[in-house]
């Protein structure tokens, strides 16, 4: 299995299933007037973004969605609208994660060894350790950092594309070019361009735009406001469960999800250990088979939530739900196979059938 594959699909799949990856694919407005840089080949820019090591830094981060999706308690950052967060690392595999919601906020925190995720509204901590075949820090919490999604997406789909520079930019008062990677015309997807501002001294992306077929304007938006770039305190990085926390692992607040809401239940399939993959490039979709349990076992309130943001489709495949984004879709059959990607709907009917 290709794992870059499956986190590109993962990504598109996320729309739905609460990953937070595709919706900081976005940028917002710059300040200032635009730097003048010495100029840059696209091939050279993009070699310098998957190679650089950009070390410790803290920023506050920018959000501001258009995709049309709807208002999840448990990350309200997907709903549209604007929304900021804090994030910190040390270079070295430790983050931390600051994410407010009104009078509350999550917090995430990889101290290299544990991942921890506190919600200051319910006093309810999730503690996931690092396992020796999983090296790698949480999905979620990587993705939340927009220089590392951005250099994921880059080695994902370069030779997919067309790359250009189109000029540069200042992002968190930082001068930065700007690299634009189009979609080659074979590619069946959503997506038009995406647009990333790379930092022109430490070659660290500061912000990401994903701009789809038909608007104008980014589908969503994330990126730095604000940067300090060097060694961070060290505190920040290590985290202690308040008192009277209630601490749980990310197996049990599965099983908890899946009883509360369906989308938990496309999620646990979709970013499983073995998902299926289908298609290259721009056009890769993300298949799998939702437990049998998960799709008999929905309440009726999260079952209207669905029914209100998706539709009924069928065709030779069978019958089921159809949930739409300006940069995603996601297929529902009615018998557990969910397919997903940043791909026309036309294209999920035709790969549905290939789902085990």
Request: negative net charge; aromatic residues 4%.
């Given at each position: 299995?290709?794992?870059?594959?499956?986190?590109?699909?993962?990504?598109?799949?996320?729309?739905?299933?609460?990953?937070?990856?595709?919706?900081?694919?976005?940028?917002?407005?710059?300040?200032?007037?635009?730097?003048?840089?010495?100029?840059?080949?696209?091939?050279?820019?993009?070699e310098?973004?998957?190679?650089?090591?950009?070390?410790?830094?803290?920023?506050?981060?920018?959000?501001?969605?258009?995709?049309?999706?709807?208002?999840i308690?448990?990350?309200?950052?997907l709903a549209?609208?604007?929304?900021?967060g804090?994030v910190?690392?040390d270079g070295?595999?430790?983050?931390?994660?600051?994410?407010?919601?009104?009078?509350?906020?999550?917090?995430?925190?990889?101290?290299?060894?544990?991942?921890?995720?506190?919600?200051?509204?319910?006093?309810?901590v999730?503690?996931?350790?690092?396992?020796?075949?999983?090296?790698?820090?949480?999905?979620?919490?990587?993705?939340?950092?927009?220089?590392?999604?951005?250099k994921?997406?880059?080695?994902?789909?370069?030779?997919?594309?067309?790359i250009s520079?189109?000029?540069?930019?200042?992002?968190?008062?930082?001068?930065?070019?700007?690299l634009?990677?189009?979609?080659?015309?074979?590619?069946?997807?959503?997506?038009?361009?995406v647009?990333?501002?790379?930092?022109?001294?430490?070659?660290?992306?500061?912000?990401?735009?994903?701009?789809?077929?038909?608007?104008?304007?980014?589908?969503?938006?994330?990126?730095?406001?604000?940067?300090?770039?060097g060694?961070?305190?060290a505190?920040?990085?290590?985290?202690?469960?308040?008192?009277?926390?209630?601490?749980?692992?990310?197996e049990?607040?599965?099983?908890?999800?899946?009883?509360?809401?369906?989308?938990?239940?496309?999620?646990?399939?979709l970013?499983?250990?073995?998902?299926?993959?289908?298609?290259?490039?721009?056009?890769?979709?993300?298949?799998?088979r939702?437990?049998?349990?998960?799709?008999?076992?929905?309440?009726?309130?999260?079952?209207?939530?669905?029914?209100?943001?998706?539709?009924?489709v069928?065709?030779?495949?069978?019958?089921?739900?159809?949930?739409t984004?300006?940069?995603?879709?996601?297929?529902?059959?009615?018998?557990?196979?969910?397919?997903?990607?940043a791909?026309?709907?036309?294209?999920?009917?035709?790969?549905?059938?290939?789902v085990?």
């Amino acid at each position: 299995m290709n794992k870059r594959k499956v986190t590109l699909a993962a990504a598109a799949a996320g729309v739905l299933t609460g990953a937070t990856g595709l919706s900081l694919l976005a940028m917002p407005a710059g300040a200032g007037q635009p730097p003048s840089l010495p100029p840059v080949a696209p091939e050279t820019l993009v070699e310098q973004v998957l190679t650089s090591e950009p070390g410790a830094f803290g920023g506050t981060i920018e959000v501001d969605n258009k995709l049309g999706l709807p208002a999840i308690a448990e990350i309200p950052q997907l709903a549209d609208g604007k929304h900021s967060g804090r994030v910190w690392t040390d270079g070295n595999g430790k983050m931390r994660l600051a994410l407010p919601n009104g009078q509350s906020e999550q917090t995430i925190v990889d101290d290299g060894t544990t991942t921890w995720v506190w919600n200051s509204a319910d006093n309810e901590v999730t503690k996931s350790e690092r396992r020796a075949d999983k090296p790698d820090a949480e999905p979620d919490a990587k993705a939340a950092d927009p220089a590392t999604a951005a250099k994921e997406i880059v080695g994902l789909t370069k030779e997919f594309s067309d790359i250009s520079v189109d000029g540069t930019a200042r992002v968190a008062n930082r001068a930065a070019y700007e690299l634009v990677l189009t979609p080659k015309a074979s590619e069946k997807t959503l997506v038009r361009e995406v647009r990333i501002a790379v930092d022109a001294e430490l070659k660290m992306p500061l912000r990401v735009a994903v701009l789809t077929n038909g608007t104008a304007e980014p589908a969503g938006t994330v990126g730095f406001t604000e940067i300090n770039v060097g060694p961070q305190d060290a505190k920040l990085f290590e985290f202690t469960p308040p008192a009277n926390a209630e601490v749980t692992t990310p197996e049990a607040k599965e099983r908890e999800g899946r009883e509360k809401r369906p989308e938990a239940g496309v999620e646990q399939a979709l970013r499983g250990e073995d998902p299926q993959v289908f298609g290259t490039g721009w056009d890769t979709v993300l298949g799998a088979r939702i437990p049998t349990e998960a799709m008999t076992q929905v309440p009726a309130e999260a079952q209207g939530l669905v029914d209100r943001f998706t539709k009924e489709v069928s065709g030779s495949w069978g019958s089921g739900k159809l949930f739409t984004t300006k940069v995603a879709t996601v297929l529902i059959a009615d018998d557990g196979r969910v397919v997903a990607g940043a791909v026309p709907e036309q294209v999920l009917f035709d790969t549905i059938g290939q789902v085990k």
